[in-house]
């Protein structure tokens, strides 16, 4: 049975899933919205993963016998100068979900919560794939500079990323 230190934690972290997820939903958004479809679809992608995660969480909660309390989400950025910065963005928000994952783990292991703490791993795993991934579109962004033809490319290569949802066994 999770403590209520921890299940609130685990809620906690359920908005920020949600709200991460916001974030990717509006970045598909604006990359749509100017024309770089491949862009929107990695966006997209992500945002299904971010409330696959929240769902993984929230399913924990209900197996753990703890309540779920579904918070308020902020209103994500609408807007962005351009894709590197919102991939910057997102690396950004990535490190932070990663210092609060962190958190979850250390307070599981304060609380001798050896179930939890098991639970946690998948996500410090899942953690370094997302920062690398916002990491390698930052270092091709750069490559690409204001060169249309590179933009191109990687919007057709972005445009092939397809969402795999958690199995069980995850």
């Not at 906690?12 to 749509?32: K, P, T, V």
């Not at 679809?41 to 969480?57: G, L, P, R, S």
């Not at 370094?128 to 750069?142: C, F, G, P, Q, R």
Request: glycine residues 6%.
């Amino acid at each position: 049975m999770l403590s209520k230190k921890m299940g609130d934690a685990l809620n906690g972290q359920i908005q920020w899933e949600m709200f991460s997820g916001y974030i990717y939903l509006a970045m598909s958004a604006n990359c749509d919205s100017i024309g770089l479809k491949g862009f929107a679809n990695w966006f997209m992608v992500q945002y299904k993963e971010e409330m696959d995660h929240a769902f993984k969480m929230y399913n924990y909660l209900l197996e753990q016998g703890a309540d779920v309390e579904l918070l308020a989400i902020d209103k994500p950025q609408q807007s962005y100068d351009s894709p590197l910065q919102m991939f910057e963005v997102a690396l950004e928000h990535e490190q932070g979900v990663t210092k609060r994952i962190n958190d979850l783990v250390d307070l599981a292991i304060s609380e001798k919560d050896h179930a939890t703490q098991i639970f946690l791993q998948w996500f410090v795993t899942e953690q370094v794939e997302e920062e690398s991934n916002a990491n390698e579109n930052i270092d091709k962004l750069k490559l690409i500079k204001d060169n249309p033809g590179g933009l191109f490319m990687m919007d057709k290569d972005l445009a092939a990323r397809v969402f795999t949802p958690i199995t069980a066994e995850e």
